[in-house]
């Protein structure tokens, strides 16, 4: 069994091959391609987890759509100075597919 564990935008996601993950928001190249930076490599018994050898090692994905979030309301609220605040928020993510680790 051979997944990595890749950075996706501030966070990291476990991932194999057919994978499908929903991450932050990410450009493809014109191909629809994105390439994902390793963390670590578990190959059967063998884990890689030193700079130098995932230098080598490409993560590719396949970028399937762009969406967004849900949405979140922040409300601020001061009591007796009739401070009020509400504002809203989505934030924009894209859904891609892991199609090979090399």
């Known amino acids: 069994m051979v997944y990595a564990v890749v950075r996706a935008g501030g966070r990291q996601e476990k991932v194999e091959v ?49 969406l967004r979030g849900p949405k979140i309301v922040i409300q601020k609220f001061k009591n007796k100075t009739g401070y009020k605040k509400r504002q809203g928020h989505r934030q924009e993510l894209t859904r891609v597919k892991i199609t090979g680790i090399k």
Do not use: F, H, Y
Request: glycine share 6%.
């Open 18 to 66: 057919g994978t499908i993950v929903t991450m932050d928001r990410i450009k493809a190249d014109k191909d629809g391609n994105v390439q994902l930076i390793p963390v670590l490599l578990v190959d059967g018994e063998k884990i890689t987890s030193d700079a130098k050898s995932l230098a080598k090692i490409t993560v590719t994905a396949e970028v399937l759509n762009d």
